[in-house]
């Protein structure tokens, strides 16, 4: 009797202390708070095409970064890295090795739907690599690599041209030329700069 009664004591103590009254916090809060880098939702599968550059998503991938963004890499969608240029490859490492291969399928994907502004794409791929592991002296580096060499697309609201992609219309960007190509030396500097000066994005 004494366990029984034991027993009831804890469990009501246990019931009324996650019955107190707490505000509700909302789910960019909580993201915020529990994952500085923002948190993944699925794993890319993927299947190899043809022409043995480029891969199909065969599931979705959802990355929402640390401010409460969803990005979305939806099935179907194809992957080949060109988001990242390929002469950063070499002394980077490709798009689908190592611990920022996630957020690369994302940012290929942000890359070929032009949605946002390259910017938030380059933006959301540091926080994604830094939420996949990727050291910040690597992350930083990349980003650099991105904003310097990186293909980017006006996105001026006013001058897009609309386009209907399935149901909805959503503005057509316009392509610009890489600035430059990229250097190894140049990239080298940069990255024992961001080593010893360690600069906030």
């Known amino acids: 009797m004494k366990r029984t009664h034991f027993f009831t004591l804890i469990l009501s103590a246990v019931l009324s202390a996650s019955c107190a009254s707490r505000e509700p916090v909302s789910w960019r809060e909580a993201a915020t708070q529990d994952h500085p880098w923002g948190y993944y939702s699925g794993v890319p599968v993927t299947r190899w095409n043809p022409d043995g550059r480029s891969m199909t998503l065969l599931t979705e991938i959802r990355y929402t970064d640390p401010d409460g963004h969803v990005w979305v890499a939806p099935p179907g969608s194809t992957v080949d890295g060109a988001s990242i240029p390929r002469s950063l490859w070499s002394f980077m490492g490709g798009p689908f090795e190592g611990r920022y291969r996630n957020a690369s399928v994302l ?5 070929d739907q032009q949605e946002r ?3 938030d794409a380059d933006r959301m791929f540091y926080n994604a690599m830094r939420c996949s592991g990727v050291s910040a002296l690597e992350a930083k580096t990349m980003y650099y690599s991105l904003l310097r060499f990186g ?14 992609i399935g149901r909805k219309m959503v503005a057509r960007a316009q392509a610009k030329e890489p600035v430059a190509v990229a250097a190894q030396q140049e990239i080298m500097g940069v990255r024992d700069w961001i080593r010893n000066a360690q600069p906030s994005v």
């Open 117 to 119: 502004p390259p910017k």
């Open 107 to 111: 940012h290929d994907v942000a890359y």
């Open 151 to 164: 293909r980017h697309w006006d996105f001026s609201i006013k001058r897009a041209k609309p386009v209907k």
